[in-house]
């Protein structure tokens, strides 16, 4: 029986809970006891009188249905269930007249209460227990309000626990509780999974709901509406099979099959709204009418189905057919595209959030202490052994399968196979590693993409040498002018002249300069190794790389024409080598499955013969599955002896050493094209760090030659006027200035704070400078470094940084200061790297001892260059 859900929010839908199963009264306490007393001692009998308690007011307490509220129902069940392992363990509870043999359980089909089962086993009280545990979570999944989030996660988590307790019941007990005497057909291995599939599509229902809630995107919700629709759709196919058609009233079928259309139906109406946004209206169309149709073979059908979940399916069919009939509009106004059969439609997406809640943590019962003094100590030692042989059983095996295994790998590759008959189809093959690596080469743009990073090389290489002719002009024009004053006032122009004064700056100008030449050389050599190489890195353009690679065919002359034939049985042979490694998947899991179900521990303690029959006997379960794997093995021997000489036919015929040949000459090239790659790459991006670091140098050396031509200026008009004076016949003595002197060569006047802001200490950025601090650096001060070619010569290069012998006790170079998030350094000295630590092939080619840089040496991985547009701007 099921009930329906009541909601109290229009956007929610019907669902299904399980009532629980009935049961007669039944008294543990007794024959518990009486079996204890009599095998053990009745002493042992009063230590557990608690367990023997507890046991039977847990199944008084299990007989009383309708008593408890859903949450402490399913903790009374849990609590049982672990009492039953435990019992199991300890009570050989059976026919037999050994043991306890006047205990028989009797329970009532859920879904039809006429029929039930009686055993005198725990196996059918075990399937029941957890039969109503399923139904339990359920009923509490059902209870909570699905209107709201919390409501809808709450009943999701209950719907996975209904499921984890079916799927359960249907791999550990329900096959156990159908032996002998025929259990009801609700705790059956069909009913059970049936059930699970049910409670799983009500559980992604609620995470459908939610994702409705959420607005999500129109293709999620596809997805995961149309796995609502799976579930049920696998639901609905086992209650359509027997023995669930027959025992199930017809509104179960109804609501199932309902369900499953409206989230097909669902899920074309999401992915209709997705293929709109794209602008394939054909396929929209497509879907949309194959929702409608879902929607209207159901509801044929559709007798005894709630109000509530009609309403739902006539809601959808009116969107899908508003859509519809939007969609044809556009299509026969606009677009005009052909509408696919339904036949030719690919499967809609799905995508599953749930899964049935693991059960063995819930029900484990190791730490329970009930009954734990009755086990004796040989029957543990015996159980001991026994799994012992049962383990060395299943280890000696599963590595014979193992093996077997490699074993056909290893062959199968020492024969070039599959690749070559994949080849000889066209489904050519590159390594992994290969193609990886050809994909990253062509998601960074390819060779294609140097030419366009040689362009940003030449750009920055310009406006470096603008800048730098900028700045010589600057201080050319200013000497012209002290020259021309010079000239005109004779002995009375008393200031230093320009040369003395920027003979620094000119000499670290004549550096740069020097710099930027071997930059242009190295340039150049960059673009030609380019050219030369275009050649040999175009196969990296292939897309798909595959198609670059050789492809296997026929001979062009046969002499008996039996190429197809070999082919045709080497591809045999291969599905049959298939067939057999299937196989032996299948057998390693039989193994496992088998030492599961594999519980002697009832029998060990009930025997009253010897131990070593008893594990004879047993252990005889798994001769059948070793002779298996012994004729999977030897089966598979004989069919690689068949294969080897069926390839070595085909290797004949078809010429496969060349093509080998030719294909792992083929991978060399492309091996080579992504080294070559790589290493002009990297080349490049060594370049464009080195122009950006080196304009950022000569814009430094730029603003101190302003900051002198400045100075100068006003030098130059405070002299004029001296000058004038004194040709006016006017005195300095009598000026009220008093006397006006100049600062001697490597020395600034003193400026006004009002006439011209103080210069920054390039050495301590931030800080002002002394008014006779000059305007261009000294001596000491290092260079930048030109970046080393790719091709160099081997001749060593004097350092530009070279130091006189009478500068040994000048103090060290400057040091950049600790960088400042997002305040640039006042002063970057040319030749202090761009960042910290920086060095690369282009650094400092002049240092003595160090030659320039070999062409393709680049060890490093490739990185792709820093972005530019930061650093210059085209002129």
Known sequence: ??????????????????????TTPIDLYRPLRNYIAFHYSEREAQNLEDDLQTVKELRSDLEKSSSDTPPARRDLLIKYFKALLLMETRFPISPDKDHINTLQFTWYDAFKQKNKSSQINLHLEKAAVLFNLGAVYSQIGLSFDRSTVEGRRQAMHNFVGAAGAFAYLRDNVAVKAAAG??????????CAGMLERLMLAQAQECVFENTIAKGSTPGVCAKISRQVGIYYEEALAALNVAPLNQHFDKTWITHVQLKAALFYAEACYRYSLELHE????????????????????AKRSAKGAPSQLLDAVSKLETNLNQNLERAMKENDRVYLQRVPQASSLAPLPAFSMVKSMPMDEVLDASKEGMFASLVPDSSAKALSRYTEMVDKIIRTQAEKLQQGSELARVRLKEMYLPDSILALEGNVILPEDLKEDVEAVQISGGPASLEAELQQLRDLRRVNHEFLVQTEEMLQKEAQEDAQFRSQFGTRWTRPQSSTLTKMLQDRLNRFAGNLKQAAESDAKIERSMRDHSALMSILDRRPIEAALPTLSKPIMSLNANEDAIVGALKQSLRQLETLGAQRAGLEDMLKEMKRKDDILPKLMTSTGSYEDLFKKEIAKYDHICAEIAQNIEAQEHLLMEIQAQNDQFSAIFNLEDYKASREKCSKRIQAAIVKYREIKENVNEGLKFYV??????????????DFVMTRNI???????DVQRQISGLSFQDRNTGNRSYPPVGQ??????????????????????HPQTPYYPPSQQPSMPAYSPPYGTSQQLPSPYHTPATAAAAPPPYQPPPQQPQQPPQSQEY????????????????????????????????????????YYKPQ
């Open 278 to 297: 794209k602008e394939e209206i054909a396929e929209e169309i497509a879907r949309l009418k194959t929702g409608i149709s879902s929607l209207t073979e």
């Open 1 to 22: 029986m099921a009930a329906p859900a009541s909601s109290s929010s229009a956007t929610t839908n019907v669902m299904l809970a399980i009532y629980e199963k009935k």
């Open 715 to 721: 030098q130059c008009r405070e002299m004029i006027e």
């Open 181 to 190: 005497v025929a259990a009801t057909v609700d705790v059956s291995v069909e």
């Open 693 to 706: 670091t080196l304009q950022d140098a000569i814009t430094n050396v730029k603003q101190q030659c302003s």
């Open 831 to 870: 030749g202090q790297p761009a960042y910290p630590g920086w060095r690369g092939p282009y650094y400092n080619s002049q240092q003595p001892g160090s030659f320039p840089r070999p062409p393709y040496t680049v060890p490093a991985p490739y990185h792709p260059p820093p972005h530019q547009s930061g």
């Open 748 to 769: 600034s006047p003193q400026i006004p704070r009002t006439t011209l802001q103080q210069p920054i200490d390039h050495g301590n950025p931030g800080q002002p400078t």
